[in-house]
């Protein structure tokens, strides 16, 4: 998602790691993963080392805020991702982002057709970064209730911790 201000989707160095989210409409899973993320790279205090953004491999929502149910669960936990705005992955990301991590399996698949052959970086799925949870995929709680989204975040603070440990250990 694009920053509402200022225009910030490019690491500003290029020795910041860069982590892109993805999923289909960038207005429920990815921006809460961006959301949380940052938070994690915030109170760590390195924002100066990582770059956090999300994208959707769809494109009927760009310019949009986050649903209104993300938002709502979202600030609950303590996670305000209301200036978010949504926007399409491009091809150019894979130039941008030292990790590119999809949500699903079906926007994996998306990002595996449009990878660039020579990316060097990290496509792959979310939650592997947290091992102790028995599942794969964020599922998608766009035609859901309150607790599916109240999952997607369960999920994503997960593995968000154990990504932060994985590319802290890297840097
Ligand atoms: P997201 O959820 O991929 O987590 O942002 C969805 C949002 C919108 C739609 C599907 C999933 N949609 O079909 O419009």
Redesign the pocket.
Known sequence: MNQASPDRHSPSTSSQVGVLFV????????PTAEGIFQHLVNINQLSDAIFVDSA?T?S??VGRPP?ARSQRVALQRGYDISQLRARQVAVSDFAKFDYILA?DGDNLASLEKIKPRHYSGHLGLLLPFAPHINRREVP???SGDEKDFQLVVDLIQEAATGLLNHIRARL
Do not use: A, E, K, T
């Open positions: 999923c289909l409409g960038n207005i429920c899973r990815s959707g769809g009927w929502h649903d949500l998608d709680p766009y």
